[in-house]
């Protein structure tokens, strides 16, 4: 299988939950070997995805004034680059990260492929989410931001996705990224054990100086990264771990109350915002 970055030839480098995960002889990008169809991304984030727990949520939408208060600081960040404008959130689940956005002052939409969180977000928060996914997105508007959050590890078609996001912005428009680093300690210490080795639903593992290089090819200059300021429940934590190292694990992790949320506390997360260059 080829690179979905660079189209250059792989080699496997070991297997994750059954799939082979492969390295880029190029550009040493690091991906799962997962042959996607048209239902991929229906069939991943499906209900499930959101209430079953494993490489997903344990209960999505309890976490949701935790991702309001993650949409309220990355606008603050922003705030000290531009001002607000309009907003393409994609991945926006049923939009509490969008909600955020919108009441730094913030306007627009979301994009998201799960039929039921769209749906929550547009009657219940009163947002505009549409059903899709970014490799298919089609309108007329421009944007003034992009924001990806926890969403680039999941694209099936990376160079589309973000090809169509160049498309998407104003000049002079912002991209926000918040993802998993690969080449964090965190990472390098649990080897192929990393919790985000996790297909079908992860498909793509980045490093901080491989996705700024990747995107420097469709024009985007970084000008700012660092730690997210997340949090994460005890449910959802003890849903992870489980996942990762198997039910064996499971009388230990009772100890964890599932209601308390506490500070996500490996270094293995970093957000970035990139300005797309003027042509």
Request: proline residues 4%.
């Amino acid at each position: 299988m080829n690179c979905p970055l660079c189209q250059s030839e792989s080699k496997i480098v070991f297997e994750a939950k059954g799939f082979p995960v492969r390295d880029c002889a190029k550009c040493r990008h690091r991906f799962a070997e997962v042959l996607t169809s048209e239902n991929h991304v229906a069939q991943t984030y499906d209900d499930s995805y959101f209430t079953g727990g494993g490489a997903g949520y344990s209960d999505y939408l309890a976490e949701g004034e935790m991702l309001r208060r993650r949409g309220d600081n990355y606008a603050k960040i922003l705030s000290k680059y531009t001002e607000t404008g309009k907003i393409l959130d994609v991945g926006a689940a049923a939009g509490f990260v969008l909600q955020g956005f919108v009441e730094n002052g913030w306007r627009g939409i979301g994009i998201e492929p799960n039929r039921r969180m769209a749906k929550f977000g547009n009657e219940r928060l009163n947002l505009e989410i549409l059903n899709g996914d970014l490799e298919n997105f089609q309108t007329a508007e421009k944007f003034r931001l992009v924001s990806m959050i926890q969403v680039v590890a999941h694209f099936h078609e990376p160079r589309r996705a973000f090809q169509n996001a160049v498309d998407l912005l104003e000049p002079n428009g912002f991209l926000l990224i918040e993802t998993w680093n690969r080449a964090s300690l965190t990472a390098r210490i649990f080897g192929k054990s990393w919790h985000e080795y996790s297909p079908p639903s992860v498909l793509q593992w980045f490093s901080r100086e491989s996705l700024s290089g990747f995107l420097d090819e469709f024009g985007f200059k970084k000008i700012a990264t660092g730690r997210p300021s997340k949090k994460i429940s005890g449910e959802h934590a003890k849903s992870l771990l489980e996942y990762r190292l198997g039910e064996k694990v499971s009388p230990l992790l009772k100890i964890i109350p599932d209601k308390i949320n506490f500070p996500y506390p490996a270094e293995d997360l970093f957000w970035a915002i990139y300005q797309k260059r003027m042509t």
